[in-house]
């Protein structure tokens, strides 16, 4: 099992365990977590799987075009590009930094991507498919050059929901 699959295993486990607590301890003093809330939070985080996923595979293809070996996904990078994307959501704003907020390079070491040679990041926010974020970096040369940087080897890919609003970020990285 990858590591991100085993991230998102535990969450689910901590989550279940939350609900199970909560269900065992009186109800003035318990937080009660719904079953609609955890179908709410499983169906969000699978929805948010499926269109990360298809973003690496879409930029994997515009990669082959350009002769590029594919990115394999990264869990840290996933996470500091998750990380990032929420503080974009929270913020209602598109930015590679936000006020506060640390570096790329030490977002991404701050997650466990140590060791790195080379990393980039695509923004974007206001797109509704994987697709379409996908095309609008394609289309912008500054974004199409990390797409098509041969010498960057993984990626992690984060999309948040703020509201009907998305908010997607890309981290690429070497080591």
């Known amino acids: ?16 365990a939350a609900a199970v607590a909560a269900s065992a301890t009186p109800a003035a003093t318990a937080t009660t977590v719904t079953s609609t809330q955890l179908r709410s939070a499983s169906l969000t985080l699978t929805v948010n799987n499926i269109l990360e996923n298809t973003v690496v595979v879409l930029t994997n293809t515009q990669r082959a075009l350009a002769g590029c070996r594919p990115l394999r ?13 929420k503080k974009m959501a929270a913020a209602s704003t598109m930015s590679h930094q936000l006020p506060g907020e640390l570096s790329l390079g030490r977002r991404i070491t701050q997650t466990g991507y140590v060791g ?11 797109y509704t498919t994987a697709g379409s974020v996908t095309r609008a970096w394609w289309a ?13 080897r993984e990626v992690g890919v984060g999309v948040v929901f703020n509201g009907l609003r998305m908010y997607w970020t890309v981290d690429f990285g070497r080591r």
């Open 116 to 126: 790195w040679t080379r990393v980039a990041e695509n923004i974007a926010a206001g």
């Open 1 to 16: 099992m990858n590591r991100g699959i085993q991230k998102l295993f535990i969450a689910a486990i901590v989550v279940l």
């Open 140 to 152: 912008s040369p500054s974004h199409k050059r990390n797409i098509t940087d041969c010498t960057l």
């Open 73 to 85: 996904v990264n869990s840290d990078l996933r996470q500091a590009a998750r990380t990032h994307s």
